[in-house]
């Protein structure tokens, strides 16, 4: 038996992984249309989204910001949605955390992540994988453990 | 939630039942609708969604109120 490590070159590494029923999300947007929206995603989201497969991209970043709490391993902490927003550099899709979900991230030390995207015709899913510098945030978390 | 809304146990913990994130999203538009409210930041958890009676989420709407 071995124990497996949660750091890599000293820095602990945190994923959080989500899936959405698309069917969910079209159904949301018909019972509560905008208010859904603005309610989850953010404005640049929003507009991120429009044209094709647009209900899909949306799940997609619900499922991203869902990936991100449970990255943050607080099940009950307070998960204000658009305090997570998804962006974009090119082709690639990019984290960006404000307001006290970025005060979280620096309190747990969070140094970088990456994000995966994807859906099919049913589902959409979100892989966040984060880096996490040194002992400061450790002692934190494992002080709430 | 694949259940009968009748048959739930104002106890229960509705994501044991099948209750998901996003489904919550919804439980909480409703809400805010049928009671003319606003949920707080702070109280977007999960646990302000698990009870329907006697848990936080009865505790946050009183509260909001």
Redesign the interface.
């Known amino acids: 038996m071995i124990t497996v490590p949660g750091e890599v070159d000293g820095h602990r590494v945190r994923v959080g992984c ?1 899936v ?2 698309i069917e ?2 079209q ?2 947007l018909a ?2 249309g905008d ?2 929206l603005r ?2 995603f953010t404005a640049s989201e929003i507009n991120d989204c429009r044209g094709s497969n647009r209900v899909h991209r949306l799940a997609a970043r ?1 499922a991203a910001k ?1 990936a991100v ?1 449970k990255a943050f391993a607080q ?7 658009r ?1 997570i927003e998804v962006t974009r550099d090119g082709p690639l899709p990019l984290l960006r955390l404000s ?2 979900l970025a005060e979280r991230a620096q309190d747990q030390g969070w140094l970088n992540s990456s994000l995966s995207l994807s859906h099919a015709d049913c589902h959409a899913m979100a892989v966040v994988l984060v880096v996490c510098g040194g002992s400061a945030g450790g002692t934190r978390d494992d002080a709430q453990a | 939630m694949a259940v009968d809304p009748h048959e739930v146990d104002d106890q229960a913990d509705l994501y044991d039942l099948g209750l998901t994130s996003h489904a919550s999203v919804d439980v909480m538009l409703a809400l805010e609708d049928a009671f003319d409210i606003e949920f707080p930041d702070e109280v977007l958890k999960k646990s302000t969604f698990a009870y329907l009676r006697d848990g936080t989420c009865g505790r946050s709407l009183m509260a909001s109120t």
């Open positions: 989500d959405v029923a969910d999300v159904d949301s019972a509560f208010r859904y309610k989850v619900f869902e709490i099940p009950d902490m307070p998960f204000p949605w305090e307001g006290a």
